[in-house]
Nanobody
Framework: QVQLVESGGGLVQPGGSLRLSCAAT????????MGWFRQAPGKEREFVAA????????YYRGSVKGRFTISRDNAKNTVTLQMNSLKPEDTAIYSC?????????????????WGQGTQVTVSS
């Protein structure tokens, strides 16, 4: 069983930065593939970024590549999403997810555990 708690969301102006964190319980965090997803009002949940168990492999959706960075610290049971050059279209609820896997997972349906989400609003 894994519990995930996100933090770090908020209101930021276009061009600004936010750092989201996802804290996980459990002693086998390093065995889990992790991902970040987002859902804007009236839209379906979409993939943002994913990282494999070791942190050696990452993958991003095209619209955030070069602006967002996903990383993990297995000693601290955390995964982080650094978001730079934020745009109004990045506004959404951001959630982290986990699945026992050695791969990179980009489809939300394959994830087993989800956090409650944190609101990110990009507006002037």
């Amino acid at each position: 069983q894994v519990q995930l708690v996100e933090s770090g969301g908020g209101l930021v102006q276009p061009g600004g930065s936010l750092r989201l964190s996802c804290a996980a319980t459990g002693r086998t965090f390093s065995s889990y593939a992790m991902g970040w997803f987002r859902q804007a009002p009236g839209k379906e949940r979409e993939f943002v970024a994913a990282i494999n168990w070791s942190g050696g492999s990452t993958y991003y959706r095209g619209s955030v590549k070069g602006r967002f960075t996903i990383s993990r610290d297995n000693a601290k049971n955390t995964v982080t999403l650094q978001m730079n050059s934020l745009k109004p279209e990045d506004t959404a609820i951001y959630s982290c997810a986990a699945r026992l896997s050695t791969g990179i997972l980009i489809i939300p349906q394959v994830y087993t555990y989800w956090g409650q989400g944190t609101q990110v609003t990009v507006s002037s």
